[in-house]
């Protein structure tokens, strides 16, 4: 209880040097002439979330690509069907991340009308097009022994994992790239 109540008061003495919120001056913020906002939309250019999907398309075909090649040079798997079975099912499990992916960039890539409810409206759309997204990878899946017949369901999750986690290095690569442009553009 000391340690809290020492807390409190250390608290309430730093506050007290720092002034309060309501004492504060604020500086009202100055908006930018058509040349500063063309320089720092220059500067700073917004991430696309195609180049993510890309990557992850990319990558999902290669794997599919490897598995097959490596299926039919080592004999795993049998014949040359049954490679072409893996290949596919790692195909199909990368789609079952891309496309609805795709769909969801598509969507938020449309722009939302400029007034001051915007950011509200724009985080609205993307959690109930994040749930579809969700509900059309899961429906993907479900539909998969149907669409694909000789489905191998460990290469199926294989693509689906490998598709997944390149989100996370092609959001890294993006960052990277956009971060060098900046510098670049400073002259630094």
């Known amino acids: 209880m000391q340690k809290l109540t020492n807390h409190a008061k250390n608290e309430g003495e730093r506050q007290g040097s720092q002034g309060s919120w309501d004492e504060a001056e604020e500086v009202e913020p100055q908006p930018l002439s058509a040349e500063e906002a063309r320089l720092w939309r220059q500067r700073y250019p917004a991430a696309s979330p195609w180049r993510i999907v890309a990557w992850q398309a990319v990558v999902g075909v290669l794997v599919a690509g490897l598995t097959g090649?490596?299926?039919?040079?080592s004999g795993w798997g049998g014949s040359s069907?049954?490679?072409l079975s893996s290949a596919g099912s790692v195909l199909y499990g990368a789609g079952a991340v891309v496309l609805p992916a795709a769909l969801l960039?598509?969507?938020m890539s449309r722009p939302v009308a400029n007034h001051a409810a915007a950011a509200g409206v724009t985080l609205l759309r993307f959690f109930i097009w994040e749930l579809t997204k969700l509900a059309l990878t899961v429906a993907?899946?479900?539909a998969a022994p149907w669409l694909f017949p000789g489905l191998s369901w460990?290469?199926?999750?294989?693509?689906l994992v490998v598709a997944m986690k390149v989100h996370g290095v092609a959001a890294w690569l993006e960052m990277r790239r956009m971060s060098r442009n900046a510098a670049e553009s400073r002259g630094i």
């Open 105 to 107: 960039a598509r969507v």
């Open 69 to 73: 090649l490596v299926g039919l040079v």
């Open 140 to 142: 993907m899946l479900v």
């Open 154 to 159: 460990l290469a199926l999750v294989g693509g």
């Open 81 to 83: 069907g049954g490679m």
